[in-house]
């Protein structure tokens, strides 16, 4: 098992282009999640999954899209990457509701905008 | 609103002592809280949790506490090891939700 996977490890961005950052996971899991980094503000969640076709959002949804096709895959879109979005962005996946399963993460997405 | 708080950013403790993190958060609906440990430049790795069923919950050298009525988690660490240097993020959730709300974390620097 790859467990979580997350291309690509650095990104670049300039103020306006888009780009997908591309989260997978083989672990069958029907939950997934994307949560940003930032000094001093932890983890929030930005947009979550419970199943093909159910996403959600978080806490600080804005400026992203996701979209949940398979049981597999979660990609985050940025459609006009602004430099508040220069973070660090993990991807995570657990089995079940709060309490019933380990919420797995991936090594993170280190992105920049300029 | 923070409703997940981790008031000390940082923490340095000598190898062979205890390492207290704490943690508290104000949402009285979270009922299952997670620690989890992370080092730099990976993902967050799980490592120990607790259900609002119970006070204590222990595996090997990690114990969390939970304090309900001071709505009050705590992560021990005993006796702390120079591996044990990380970053330390508590989370909490409601059962029947799949939501995780993390604290800021807690660095934890373990002195050889």
């Given at each position: 098992?790859?467990?979580?996977?997350?291309?690509?490890?650095?990104?670049?961005?300039?103020?306006?282009?888009?780009?997908?950052?591309?989260?997978?996971?083989?672990?069958?899991?029907?939950?997934?999640s994307w949560y940003r980094q930032?000094?001093?503000?932890?983890l929030r969640l930005i947009?979550?999954?419970?199943?093909?076709?159910?996403?959600?959002?978080?806490?600080?949804?804005?400026?992203?899209?996701?979209?949940?096709?398979?049981?597999?895959?979660?990609?985050?879109?940025?459609?006009?990457?602004?430099?508040?979005?220069?973070?660090?962005?993990f991807?995570a996946?657990?089995?079940?509701?709060?309490?019933?399963?380990?919420?797995?993460?991936?090594?993170?997405?280190?992105?920049?905008?300029? | 609103?923070?409703?997940?708080?981790?008031?000390?950013?940082?923490?340095?403790?000598?190898?062979?002592?205890?390492?207290?993190?704490?943690?508290?958060?104000?949402?009285?609906?979270?009922?299952?809280?997670?620690?989890?440990?992370?080092?730099?430049?990976?993902?967050?790795?799980?490592?120990?949790?607790?259900?609002?069923?119970?006070?204590?919950?222990?595996?090997?050298?990690?114990?969390?506490?939970?304090?309900?009525?001071?709505?009050?988690?705590?992560?021990?660490?005993?006796?702390?090891?120079?591996?044990?240097?990380?970053?330390?993020?508590?989370?909490?959730?409601?059962?029947?939700?799949?939501?995780?709300?993390?604290?800021?974390?807690?660095?934890?620097?373990?002195?050889?």
């Open positions: 098992n790859a467990g979580v996977t997350q291309t690509p490890k650095f990104q670049v961005l300039k103020t306006g282009q888009s780009m997908t950052l591309q989260c997978a996971q083989d672990m069958n899991h029907e939950y997934m930032d000094p001093g503000m932890g947009h979550y999954s419970v199943g093909a076709g159910i996403t959600d959002q978080g806490e600080v949804p804005n400026g992203y899209n996701v979209s949940r096709s398979t049981t597999e895959d979660f990609p985050l879109r940025l459609l006009s990457a602004a430099p508040s979005q220069t973070s660090v962005y991807c996946s657990s089995q079940g509701l709060a309490g019933t399963g380990t919420q797995y993460f991936g090594p993170g997405t280190r992105l920049t905008v300029l | 609103d923070q409703q997940v708080k981790q008031n000390s950013p940082s923490l340095s403790v000598q190898e062979g002592r205890i390492s207290i993190l704490n943690c508290d958060y104000t949402n009285s609906m979270f009922d299952y809280f997670l620690w989890y440990k992370k080092y730099p430049a990976e993902g967050p790795t799980f490592l120990i949790s607790i259900s609002s069923i119970k006070d204590k919950n222990e595996d090997g050298r990690f114990t969390v506490f939970l304090n309900k009525s001071a709505k009050h988690l705590s992560l021990h660490i005993v006796p702390s090891q120079p591996g044990d240097s990380a970053v330390y993020f508590c989370a909490a959730s409601g059962s029947g939700t799949y939501k995780y709300i993390f604290g800021t974390g807690t660095r934890l620097k373990v002195l050889a």
